[in-house]
């Protein structure tokens, strides 16, 4: 690790590497960067993806974070932005506080479908959807730069320093909710891990999936009234791995494999006659989700029959690759 870094310096040595800091106003950059050496802390490109994925094509949701200048690497004002009105742990069964839930479903719920029933994935099923996102346009940094920050609940303060984020701002509360997130419990038949660089997301993900996979993500579309146009088709089998983008200050990912899932890509068309091809997860089974969420109140139902929701335009999902498409 190199001494400190400040100054002119400090400026052609992002400049140099293509890696933008963007913030909304004036702030004081970290103390201590870790510098780059060549060769192993360049920044991340495809290379290392097609390395250990040859035969899977990158999606756009990831290749848009891999683009020099597309977004910026670092930010310190990632609060701003747009966010899911539901996210992760509301979606997969956690229940983070009865206060929190109520205000997320109140404000979600006469906006557009959240979660479905099985049943309902069919052609000329209508639903008024909104394709959220993570609302963090940030992308990843170097796999050595990136483990040499620290993440975890008790390296806060040191956290904090390093972004020059005070205690008690919007974005320290950010960063406190989302590494508490990664800590959290597993749920039954889970298995997580928050992917702070892009290899490590690849390696995790390979790791328990194979490298015979497809990566999936939903496309972009507004919010209006959109109807399943044709057969959804499956993809993978009862096993799939999701990661996230979570806000922060550079691209990390919460990553989970979900067993008792099923995959499928779903044709739709909107209103205006925009098309779109929309990621969806059913949860066969929710017996072990808590009484409390959302997905009961929204369908009126108790923990137990398949429950459907659709993915964010930045979340990723990993499926293995089947023989042929399968529809519901």
């Known amino acids: 690790m190199s001494p400190a870094i400040s100054g002119a310096p ?8 293509s890696l933008h800091i963007s913030f909304s106003t004036a702030v004081r950059l970290p103390t201590k960067v870790p510098s780059f050496l060549p060769g192993d802390n360049s920044p991340p490109t495809e290379k290392y993806w097609f390395s250990r994925l040859p035969n899977t094509p990158l999606p756009k949701a ?3 974070t891999l683009q020099p200048g597309y977004y910026p690497s670092v930010i310190r004002d990632f609060a701003n932005g747009e966010k899911s009105s539901v996210d992760a742990r509301e979606k997969y069964g956690k229940h983070y506080g009865e206060d929190s839930h109520k205000k997320t479903a109140k404000s979600a ?3 557009s479908t959240i979660f479905y029933l099985y049943n309902d994935l069919h052609p000329g099923k209508k639903m008024k959807l909104l394709f959220t996102n993570s609302g963090t346009k940030v992308s990843f940094l170097p796999r050595r730069v990136a483990e040499s920050i620290p993440f975890s609940s008790d390296k806060f303060p040191e956290i904090l320093k390093y972004f020059s984020l005070q205690v008690n701002s919007e974005e320290a509360e950010i960063i406190s909710d989302e590494i508490g997130y990664c800590e959290s419990p597993n749920m039954e038949g889970e298995e997580k891990y928050c992917a702070t660089s892009l290899e490590s997301l690849i390696d995790f993900n ?18 209006q009234e959109y109807t399943v146009s044709a057969k959804a088709e499956m993809r993978g089998e009862h ?16 990553c989970h494999v979900i067993e008792g899932t099923e995959v499928y890509v779903v044709p739709l068309i909107a209103a205006d006659g925009a098309e779109v091809k929309a990621v969806t997860v059913c949860h066969l089974n929710t017996s072990a989700w808590s009484p409390d969420h959302m997905a009961f109140e929204v369908l009126k139902i108790k923990p137990g029959p398949a429950v459907c929701h659709f ?18």
């Open 62 to 64: 990831l290749r848009d």
């Open 10 to 17: 400090f400026l052609i040595f992002f400049l140099t590497l």
């Open 206 to 223: 390979v790791a328990r999936l194979g490298q015979n996979v497809q990566v999936l993500s939903t496309e972009p579309g507004k919010k």
């Open 109 to 111: 719920l006469p906006d």
């Open 239 to 254: 096993k799939a791995a999701v990661c996230h983008k979570i806000r922060y200050p550079y691209a990390v990912h919460y």
């Open 311 to 328: 993915l964010a335009t930045d979340t990723l999902i990993w499926v293995p690759k089947m023989d042929q498409d399968m529809t519901p």
